[in-house]
């Protein structure tokens, strides 16, 4: 069966530093993955989406870029956070008419 | 106008009642999605509907293509089904279009 890790799964950073968040698909190949975000008391958006390695589609301008190093690894990152960075940042992965979501980071930017 | 509409946006039951929450596209679909979200954030696809009715357990789900509408019911509810409700419609997954969710509180 496939599953989805993310992690970590909280995470409170200061404005101006880095963020990386990883993503793992187990039980699939070549999955379509796709990072949401969650603002609080919003619905989801759409920030990134990837149909195969090193290829990598953005949704929304941001400070954020992705990655995806390896065929079920996406990577989200960030030179400098923003306060409006802070969400619930959700991994997702779809293959045909199957897709699921990861169990999400929690990210607060003080 | 956002492209999917969901009613009603918070909804509080006794246990036991049955529940319905309904959502409104406005956007050509192959398939609509109900996930349910915990408290913690993390999300489960609950049913992947393109026509008709699906059931799994004590929840049911139909869509009605002509109406570009659908409805989510919840048989003999439990506290345990307390989360957020979310509608996502879309042709495919990287294009989905999300409801802004149904907080639903069932009490003891």
């Known amino acids: 069966s496939q599953t989805i890790h993310q992690w970590p799964a909280t995470l409170v950073q200061p404005v101006g530093s880095p963020l990386s968040l990883e993503c793992t698909v187990e039980g699939t190949s070549n999955p379509n993955l796709y990072w949401y975000r969650q603002a609080a008391g919003r619905g989801l958006q759409l920030l990134f989406y990837?149909?195969?390695?090193?290829?990598i589609s953005s949704e929304v301008p941001q400070n954020l870029s992705a990655s995806r190093p390896q065929d079920r690894q996406f990577i989200l990152s960030s030179k400098k956070l923003l306060l409006s960075d802070s969400g619930f940042y959700l991994c997702?992965?779809?293959?045909?008419?199957?897709?699921?979501f990861g169990p999400g980071t929690r990210l607060l930017v003080l | 106008k956002n492209e999917v509409e969901q009613s009603p946006q918070n909804l509080t039951a006794q246990e036991g009642e049955f529940i319905t929450i309904n959502c409104s596209y406005s956007v050509g679909i192959s398939a609509l999605h109900w996930l349910q979200q915990h408290p913690g954030g993390g999300i489960v696809s609950l049913f992947m509907l393109s026509s008709g009715k699906k059931k799994h357990g004590r929840l049911i789900a139909t869509i009605n293509i002509q109406e570009k509408h659908s409805s989510l019911h919840i048989t003999a509810s439990h506290p345990r089904d307390s989360a957020v409700y979310i509608c996502a419609v879309g042709n495919n997954f990287n294009k989905f279009y999300f409801g802004s969710g149904t907080k639903l509180n069932v009490k003891p």
């Open positions: 990837s149909v195969g390695i090193g290829q």
């Open positions: 997702a992965w779809s293959v045909l008419d199957r897709r699921n």
